[in-house]
């Protein structure tokens, strides 16, 4: 598996912004497949934000125009903006990229309080 280092969760009144990363062991120049997921308690792993082919991204109705999934090739990093955040968005958030492997970070939890 590419080896993923996730960072920038925490603890946030509602309101406020946070962006997370991602940082891959490999080049992601070329690797068109790749997003950010969520799990909050007693809730199944849900899809936030993905990058696909040709550049496209896809995003969660309950985004509501708040995230932005983003991407460094030159820090081979994946970024997940996060505005407006509201404590529905209390979850573990994880990075995945699929190259030759399919390749989960390890999450990182974000608290909204209100």
């Known amino acids: 598996q590419v080896q993923l280092v996730e960072s920038g969760g925490g603890l946030v009144e509602a309101g406020e912004s946070l962006r997370l990363s991602c940082a891959a062991s490999?080049?992601?120049?070329?690797?068109?497949?790749m997003g950010w997921y969520r799990q909050a308690p007693g809730k199944q792993r849900e899809l936030v934000a993905a990058?696909?082919?040709?550049?496209?991204?896809n995003y969660a109705d309950f985004v509501k125009d708040r995230f932005t999934i983003s991407r460094d090739n030159a820090k081979n990093t994946v970024y997940l903006q996060m505005n407006n955040l509201k404590p529905e968005d209390t979850a573990v958030y994880y990075c995945?990229?699929?190259?030759?492997?399919?390749?989960w970070g390890k999450g990182t939890l974000v608290t909204v309080s209100s």
């Open positions: 990058l696909t082919s040709g550049g496209s991204t």
């Open positions: 490999e080049r992601i120049l070329g690797i068109v497949n």
């Open positions: 995945r990229i699929i190259s030759r492997y399919d390749s």
